[in-house]
């Protein structure tokens, strides 16, 4: 299956730019799948807390907040009393705000993995973005990468649509672009990560 949509991407770049096909060709097939083996608040959690930030600073902030909590579980930690002890690890008042929003949603039994699992992109998109502090490119990064949908194309991701600029045209509209890549979309994404060395957190 991956070398059939590597190769049918493969086809679908040269007809755009041989940039983006040799990008795309030289690194070989890319995996995607479902990496769901944590809960889903939790992985949203910490996809918050590693907005705008490198992999290295949120790994020291993540390791500070999981000893700041110590035997408690994350999600009864993350919770308003706590909110100077969230920011004393390394997060924003922002960040911490929003963590311990998303706990109180997962304590409240609304925000089931199983269940979002059953929406669309879109639809799950608006159920998570409704949450304070959840944007647009979490809720795709958390459909890329912790439901593996195949077809999402992260706009506001900047490493990849600026690589995509790169590789095609910046006169061209990089959403009008990865359109010619449905259903494969997060494989694009995946491929310009990959060809940046820049995979999200």
Known sequence: MADEIHRRCVE??????????????????????????????ERLCRSIAGQQLSVKAVRSIWARVVEAAGDAP????FNEPNQDALRGCGLSRAKARALC????????????????????????????????GVGQWTADMISIFYFGEPDVWPEGDVAARKTLERLTSPRRKTQRTATRFAPYRSYLALYLWRHVDAPPV
């Open 74 to 77: 994350l999600m009864e930690f």
């Open 101 to 132: 929003l998303i706990a109180a949603e997962a304590r409240a039994g609304r925000l089931e993995a199983d269940e979002l699992r059953m929406l669309d992109h879109a639809e799950r998109s608006r159920h998570l973005t409704a949450l304070w």
């Open 12 to 41: 679908v770049a040269y007809e755009l730019s041989p940039l983006l096909a040799e990008a795309i060709e030289h690194g070989g097939p890319v995996a995607l799948s479902a990496d769901d083996g944590q809960p889903l608040a």
